[in-house]
């Protein structure tokens, strides 16, 4: 459309000009010296006026025409830059939020650090798995000799891991809280409301566990996180446990079902730290 514009454009602007000359060039060469007109004067300006009126309202209109059509090219261009700044806010903001979760990612990896701090810990590489419907395990290169027994808490950077349950010389075998039979004593950071987390077939895939034993009109909502309240004194108060990933009301019963999306990354852990005393 719009190159036919372009390419149309001097050509009836030219015609438009030609025409309006020629009808002036006749009236006053019909005129003759100024004087009043005559009769074949007055019969040729009956008959030319209207068409240089109409002629020049042609004009006006083409000339309105044209001027509409650059007002919309100019739309046309700030559109497209309107567009341009669209996208690149929405890169930045993109930007932005992963320089966010990288910092929180970050942040949670100090504060279990400042917290292990005051552990005695042992690092250790996962060199074998068991995982199956009912044991979630896996083994480190660690055991006895290294300081690690029976009992002691495992962690990684995103949070707790579980526990070891059975430890040779240079090996140990631990169990994750994915485990249908783990249970952890736990607090919801928020709302300072209490119960278990515990294994459970059904989630542990999904690498997900429930949050037992709350009170049915607990404060706990989707995004809380969930950390070791220390009670049983089996692991340490403080660490991160995961996520509120879902809440819904358990028909007939006294408290909700709640799942919790754990921070680690079970299936694919590659160093796990062990600690030895707190």
């Known amino acids: 459309m719009w190159n036919f514009i372009n390419r149309n454009y001097w050509n009836v602007v030219i015609v438009t000009a030609v025409v309006l000359t020629l009808v002036s060039g006749i009236a006053v060469i019909v005129r003759g010296d ?19 009126s109409a002629m020049g309202k042609a004009g006006d209109g083409i000339s309105d025409f044209f001027g509409d059509l650059m007002k919309g090219k100019a739309a046309v261009r700030e559109n497209k830059q ?16 992963e320089y966010k979760n990288e910092n929180e990612r970050l942040r949670k990896i100090l504060d279990l650090k400042e917290k ?8 250790c590489e996962v060199v074998g798995r068991s995982f199956s419907n009912w044991n979630n395990e896996f083994v480190v290169n660690k055991g006895t000799s290294g300081g690690i ?28 809280i994915l485990d249908s039979f783990s249970s952890v004593s736990a607090t919801v950071i928020r709302s300072g409301e209490c119960g278990i987390v515990e294994g459970d077939i059904k989630l542990a895939s999904a690498n997900e566990c429930a949050l037992n034993y709350t ?18 004194n089996m692991y340490p108060k403080g660490i991160v446990i995961g996520k509120i990933k879902n809440v819904e009301a358990n028909a007939g019963q006294i ?3 709640i799942t919790v999306d754990i921070s680690v990354d079970i299936y694919n852990l590659k160093e796990v730290t062990v600690i030895t005393a707190y």
Do not use: C, H
Request: charged share 25%; net charge negative.
């Open 255 to 257: 408290t909700k079902k």
């Open 34 to 52: 100024g004087t009043e007109a005559g009769g074949m004067t007055n019969a040729i300006n009956t008959v030319f006026t209207p068409v240089k």
């Open 82 to 97: 309107l567009k341009k700044q669209i996208k690149q806010l929405e890169n930045e903001n993109a930007r932005f939020e």
């Open 215 to 232: 009170e049915k009109d607990a404060d706990i909502a989707i995004g809380d996180t969930v950390e070791t309240s220390g009670l049983g």
């Open 116 to 123: 292990q701090d005051a552990y005695v810990t042992v690092a």
């Open 149 to 176: 027994d029976v009992g002691n808490v495992v962690t990684s950077s995103g949070g707790l891991v579980g526990s070891v349950t059975m430890a040779g010389k240079n090996w140990a075998r631990v169990t994750t």
